[in-house]
Nanobody, 124 residues
Framework: VQLQASGGGLVQAGGSLRLSCLNS????????VAWFRQAPGKEREFAAA???????YYGDSVKGRFTISRDNTKNTVYLQMNSLKSDDTAVYYC???????????????????WGQGTLVTVSS
């Protein structure tokens, strides 16, 4: 598994961005994939996850605005971010795990594979 996150950039508040997480090492089949984010001076925060089953989960701060999805034919997981706020400014990381329990979806240490991060800056 080799994860490559992309799609970050500068956007005005209220705008949208779509992040991509490519597994250049092969398929995401059999993996749960998550997006975390980390703002300067803050801890890494869970944003969204999609399990092997396709079920999706979201952190409270992004629920209703962000959507995670996967395209197994392209070995890519997406994070569609709408109604962006200045508080969404952070480096966004994708992570993957081949075996993770539901209660650990939001725990960074439960994921064994990480991408390099992509910076999202929301201007107010």
């Amino acid at each position: 598994v080799q994860l490559q996150a992309s799609g970050g950039g500068l956007v005005q508040a209220g705008g949208s961005l779509r992040l991509s997480c490519l597994n250049s090492g092969g398929t995401f089949t059999g993996y749960s994939v998550a997006w975390f984010r980390q703002a300067p001076g803050k801890e890494r925060e869970f944003a969204a996850a999609i399990r092997r089953s396709g079920h999706t989960y979201y952190g409270d701060s992004v629920k209703g605005r962000f959507t995670i999805s996967r395209d197994n034919t392209k070995n890519t997981v997406y994070l569609q971010m709408n109604s962006l706020k200045s508080d969404d400014t952070a480096v966004y990381y994708c992570a993957a795990s081949s075996s993770i329990i539901l209660s650990s979806l939001g725990t960074p240490s439960a994921y064994g594979f990480w991408g390099q991060g992509t910076l999202v800056t929301v201007s107010s």
